[in-house]
Structure formats: C-alpha cells, structure tokens
C-alpha cells in the first residue's frame, strides 16, 4: 500500500475524506455542491497513474461523468429555488435533483461508467470507489427522495447488478456489478432509517475491503487465475466464507442487515420489492459461487515457482474476520432476543 508512504497521496486522501463530511454537514444545497466537486477533483489525482494508459483513461472518463452529474444537479437546484412556490413541478425537481445524485454514484440506470472505470482501477482505489464515494450522494439523496421513483430505481438496481455480473470474467467488474446491487439494498435501508443505512454500510464497507485486500495480496484480476494459483486452505476458506457473507447468506453476519431491511419491508407491505431484492441476491450468490468453486476444485496445477505467503499478522487478521463472519447469525439472534 503505498499509498501511506506517499505524502501527495495522503493529502489528495484526507481531502477526499474532508470533502464528504463537507457535503453530508452542509446547511445547503450549494454547500452540498462544493462538497461534491472537492470530493471529485481529489480523486482523479488518487486513479490517474502515468504508466497506465487504462488508469489515465478511466480518471478522463471519472471526470466527465461526474462533472455532468454535478452540472444537472447543481442546474436543478437554482431551478428549484427559483420556481419555488410552484409546486407542480416539485415532483419533477425532485426526480431530476435525484438522478444527478444516483449518476454520481453509479446507480443503475445511469451505471454504464461505473464498470467501465473499475477495470483500469487498483484494488485500493476500487475500494474506495465502492464504499467512501457512496456516502455523500447517499445522503444528500435522503435529504430530498422522491419515493415512487426511489422503489423503481431500487428494483432496477437490483436487477441490473445480478445479471450484469453473470458473463463477467474479469473480478473487478464482478466487484463492481455486485456493488450497483448492494446500493439497492443501501437505498432502501435510506428510505427506512438513517441509522440503518449506517448499520448497512459498515457491515458493507468491512467485507468488501476484506475482498479487495485479498485480491491485491494475491494479485488477482481474473476468475481464471484461480485456477492454478497455489494458494494455502485457508485463504481459500477465508474467501470462501467472505464472499459468501457479501452475497447475503444467512449463516453469516452479511445477511443480518438485509435481515432487518425484508423484515421492515415485509412488516410494511412491500412484498414485490422484497421478493425482487431476495431473487437478485440469488444469482449474486451463484456468481460467488462460481469464482470459489474454481479456486476449490481445479487445484491440479500445483506450480512450485507460484507461492503465496501472507504475513502472520494479516493472516490471523482474515482468519479472525472469518470468524467474525460465521458467528455473524448467532451474535444476531442475539441481539434479537
């Protein structure tokens, strides 16, 4: 990570982290704003790399999609302060003002860009794209949702994130198709509370870290990489029960906020959007699958010169979040009873 050991890298980091608590803090919508392009010009320094044309060109495309998102929204709100009083086209204003949020964030619809970019991204980078690029938008969306319009994205987000990543190949666009369909779930835990989506997102952000850091000890980019790497059985297990948690299943502590969310839903009559959200997660688990069945079974490729060792110090730190994951149910009914 050398990020930490580079100085401009930690200042375009502590801006980035600056910006968000500027944008979610804010008092208006113009403050909201400024917030929003900090937090953009401080990561396009943090992908752009020289020696990779892929990165270059992602941080070009990252530029270009957020800038139009921040025009339209940034565009909507004079609107809205202007035609105030009439509120006609309040319904509009509000569907408007939250596309612009939802295209910054990589929400299905306006998701085209966000695969795209991932592929010319490093792991750590994709995990910040995943997880801290998120929080404003995510928030300044609850400040102003339109909720008819909220559920249809919601529904269409969970759709597009499973079958979008069942003829992925490469990891990082299956990260990020997972993610366009952990962002339905997060919307929804937004309508419900604003706790809750707190409570989601730590659990989100914990095992997609995990996942991002173990891609960038072992250096994987690819499913078929997998295949002949001679990685210890335990990393493989740790994997294993790591995405699984992601995916939502139930013995593990990922499925434990999505738990609370479709028992909110159900309590409340939203049975469709339930039954959608479950179905999408069972093709985002098929896909998991299909990434630890090859690192488990085609294992015929034993190559002396491939060897992976962790440091004791991270190994223990997997195998404890492990833990942390298969013991995610009974701390939960715990928590319950």
């Given at each position: 990570?050398?990020?930490?050991?580079?100085?401009?890298?930690m200042f375009f980091i502590?801006?980035?982290f600056?910006?968000?608590?500027?944008?979610?803090?804010?008092?208006?919508?113009?403050?909201?704003?400024?917030?929003?392009?900090?937090?953009?010009?401080?990561?396009?320094?943090l992908?752009?790399n020289?020696?990779?044309l892929l990165?270059?060109?992602?941080?070009?495309?990252y530029f270009l999609?957020?800038?139009?998102?921040s025009?339209?929204?940034?565009?909507?709100?004079?609107?809205?302060?202007?035609?105030?009083?009439?509120?006609?086209m309040?319904?509009f204003?509000?569907?408007m003002?939250n596309?612009?949020?939802?295209?910054?964030?990589g929400?299905?619809?306006?998701?085209?860009?966000?695969?795209?970019?991932?592929?010319?991204l490093?792991?750590f980078?994709?995990?910040?794209l995943?997880?801290?690029?998120?929080i404003?938008?995510?928030?300044?969306l609850?400040y102003?949702f339109n909720?008819?319009?909220?559920?249809l994205?919601?529904?269409?987000?969970a759709?597009?994130?499973?079958?979008?990543?069942l003829n992925?190949t490469?990891?990082?666009?299956?990260?990020?198709?997972?993610?366009?369909?952990n962002?339905?779930?997060?919307?929804s835990?937004?309508?419900?509370?604003?706790?809750?989506?707190?409570?989601?997102?730590?659990?989100?952000?914990?095992?997609?870290?995990?996942?991002?850091?173990?891609?960038?000890?072992?250096?994987?980019?690819?499913?078929?990489?997998?295949?002949?790497?001679?990685?210890?059985?335990?990393?493989?297990?740790?994997?294993?029960?790591?995405?699984?948690?992601?995916?939502?299943?139930?013995?593990?502590i990922?499925?434990?906020?999505k738990w609370?969310?479709i028992?909110?839903?159900?309590?409340n009559?939203?049975y469709?959007i339930?039954?959608?959200?479950?179905?999408?997660s069972?093709?985002?688990l098929f896909?998991?699958?299909?990434?630890?069945?090859s690192?488990?079974m085609?294992n015929y490729?034993k190559?002396k010169?491939?060897k992976?060792?962790?440091?004791?110090k991270?190994f223990?730190?997997?195998n404890f979040?492990?833990?942390?994951?298969?013991?995610?149910?009974?701390?939960s009914?715990?928590?319950?009873?």
């Amino acid at each position: 990570m050398f990020y930490f050991m580079n100085s401009n890298k930690m200042f375009f980091i502590f801006i980035l982290f600056f910006s968000t608590l500027i944008s979610i803090s804010s008092n208006s919508w113009l403050g909201c704003w400024i917030g929003l392009e900090i937090n953009l010009l401080s990561f396009i320094p943090l992908i752009s790399n020289s020696n990779n044309l892929l990165s270059s060109e992602a941080s070009l495309k990252y530029f270009l999609t957020q800038s139009i998102a921040s025009i339209n929204f940034l565009f909507f709100i004079l609107l809205k302060m202007i035609f105030m009083k009439n509120f006609e086209m309040n319904n509009f204003f509000s569907i408007m003002i939250n596309s612009s949020l939802l295209m910054k964030m990589g929400s299905a619809p306006f998701h085209f860009w966000f695969p795209n970019i991932v592929e010319g991204l490093s792991w750590f980078n994709n995990f910040i794209l995943m997880s801290w690029q998120k929080i404003s938008p995510i928030i300044l969306l609850s400040y102003y949702f339109n909720k008819n319009f909220l559920i249809l994205i919601i529904m269409l987000n969970a759709i597009i994130g499973a079958i979008g990543g069942l003829n992925q190949t490469s990891l990082r666009k299956l990260m990020a198709f997972s993610s366009i369909n952990n962002l339905s779930w997060m919307m929804s835990s937004i309508m419900i509370s604003e706790n809750l989506w707190i409570f989601y997102f730590l659990f989100y952000s914990m095992l997609i870290s995990i996942m991002c850091f173990m891609f960038y000890m072992l250096n994987l980019f690819f499913i078929n990489q997998l295949f002949f790497i001679n990685i210890n059985y335990l990393i493989k297990l740790s994997l294993l029960i790591n995405f699984l948690s992601l995916g939502g299943l139930p013995p593990f502590i990922g499925f434990f906020p999505k738990w609370i969310i479709i028992n909110f839903f159900m309590n409340n009559n939203f049975y469709f959007i339930t039954f959608i959200l479950i179905m999408s997660s069972l093709i985002l688990l098929f896909f998991y699958i299909r990434i630890i069945y090859s690192s488990f079974m085609f294992n015929y490729l034993k190559l002396k010169w491939i060897k992976i060792y962790f440091k004791n110090k991270m190994f223990i730190l997997l195998n404890f979040i492990s833990m942390v994951s298969i013991l995610g149910m009974i701390l939960s009914t715990f928590f319950f009873l």
